[in-house]
C-alpha cells in the first residue's frame, strides 16, 4: 500500500511542475483557453438503457489489449479500485448481429466514471443470441440460463462523449 501511494505522490508534483511551466510560459501574452489544435480518432458506439452513446476508446490496463486495439497501454489504471469502476460489457464468441459493447451508467449519473471494469459475456451453448441494449436485460438473461458474465481485472478509459444516437 505504501508504495502506491509513494508512486502515485512522485508523479503529482511532476505533472504539476509541468503544468505550472506551461501556465507561466503563457502568461507574457496571456493565457489561451479553449482547444489549440483538432484531434482526429474513432468514436464508438454503445448501448446503455436501450439507447446507443458514443465513445472514444483511449487507454487500457492490459498490454495485449492495448495492442489488439491500437490504443494506449495505462497500467496505472490497475490502481482504480474495481469495486469504483463502473462495467461496460462485451460479448465474446457468438453474438447478435449488431451487438456493441453495454455500459453500466453514463454521463449525469452519480456512478458514471470513464474508466470502467470489463466484464465479459458468453452466450451459452445451446443459447439463441439476442441484441443486448441493457445492464437489465444482461441480468434478466443471466436469471434466464443463457448468459453468462465473467468478470476481469481489466479497466478500459473509454469516455462517453455524446449521449443518444444523433
Not at 104 to 127: F, M, Q, R
Amino acid at each position: 500500500m505504501q508504495k502506491k501511494i509513494f508512486l502515485l505522490s512522485a508523479l503529482m508534483p511532476v505533472t504539476l511542475a509541468v503544468a505550472a511551466g506551461a501556465y507561466a510560459s503563457l502568461m507574457s501574452s496571456g493565457p489561451r483557453m479553449g482547444p489549440q489544435a483538432k484531434v482526429t480518432r474513432p468514436a464508438f458506439q454503445g448501448y446503455y438503457d436501450g439507447h446507443e452513446d458514443t465513445y472514444l476508446n483511449t487507454d487500457v490496463s492490459s498490454k495485449a489489449d492495448a495492442k489488439m486495439m491500437h490504443i494506449n497501454y495505462a497500467p496505472v489504471l490497475n490502481s482504480v479500485p474495481l469495486k469504483s469502476a463502473p462495467e461496460i460489457y462485451l460479448v465474446q464468441g457468438k453474438a447478435a448481429a449488431g451487438q456493441l459493447a453495454v455500459f453500466g451508467s453514463e454521463p449525469g449519473e452519480s456512478s458514471y466514471s470513464p474508466v470502467w471494469k470489463e466484464t465479459i459475456l458468453t452466450w451459452k451453448g445451446s443459447a439463441k443470441p439476442v441484441l443486448i441494449k441493457s445492464d437489465t436485460q444482461i441480468n434478466q438473461l443471466e436469471k434466464k440460463g443463457g448468459l453468462t458474465e465473467r468478470s476481469t481485472s481489466i479497466r478500459l478509459n473509454c469516455p462517453i462523449i455524446k449521449v443518444g444516437k444523433g
